[in-house]
């Protein structure tokens, strides 16, 4: 069952929470280098949970990290870790948060060499889901798989976030520049 079918069979709140990730996220393009930096941290803590205890936690994620904001997160101190060790608003992984800081350091030098995360991804369109996998564990921290697809789903890089016949499937469609259609 697709994520676009399976969301009306959920009971209230877990129905609302979902709809609004789905009718309003999933799949559609993302610019803003931080909130990119925000998917994949959110894409990366999810491993080994469920997407519900990720949504319920975004705001956390978004407070203890300072908004996605890269260059603060690239700086985080051993204090920072700490700090986010003792987070109950987040996933409390010191794996996962030791990727959250190291990738940042990696997204502020993708920024150099190509200008944006945005363009990097954008410089290696299209791939092969397995290509984009390789590229990014060679990259990246922590970045499997399940991680690498989800995240470049999300962000309407590869295919399958929606149905074609979900009717968010034609908005995310009208957002996605051409070339990323290909």
């Known amino acids: ?11 209230e709140p ?3 929470l979902h709809k609004h990730y789905h009718d309003n996220h999933y799949g559609f393009p ?11 941290i959110m894409e990366i803590n999810q ?3 469920s997407w519900e205890t990720i949504l319920k936690k975004e705001e956390g994620f978004r407070k203890a990290y300072h908004n996605f904001n890269i260059k603060k997160v690239a700086a985080y101190t051993e204090k920072d870790r700490e700090r986010l060790l003792n987070d109950t608003g987040i996933i409390r992984n010191r794996l996962k948060i030791n990727a959250a800081i190291e990738n940042a350091k ?12 945005e ?7 299209p791939k092969t889901k397995e290509e984009w996998v390789k590229l990014f564990k060679k990259t990246f921290k922590f970045t499997g798989g399940e991680i690498v697809n989800e995240f470049l789903m999300s962000i309407g890089f590869l295919p399958g976030a929606h149905g074609e016949n979900c009717p968010i499937h034609k908005q995310v469609l009208k957002q996605k520049p051409m070339w990323l259609n290909k």
């Open 30 to 40: 993302i610019h803003d280098d931080n909130e990119l930096f925000g998917r994949l």
């Open 14 to 16: 877990r129905r609302s």
């Open 47 to 49: 491993a080994g949970l």
């Open 1 to 11: 069952m697709s994520y676009c079918s399976y969301i009306p069979s959920m009971e």
């Open 106 to 117: 990696t997204i502020l030098q993708l920024q150099k060499t190509h200008g944006s995360f």
């Open 119 to 125: 363009k990097w991804l954008e410089a290696h369109h």
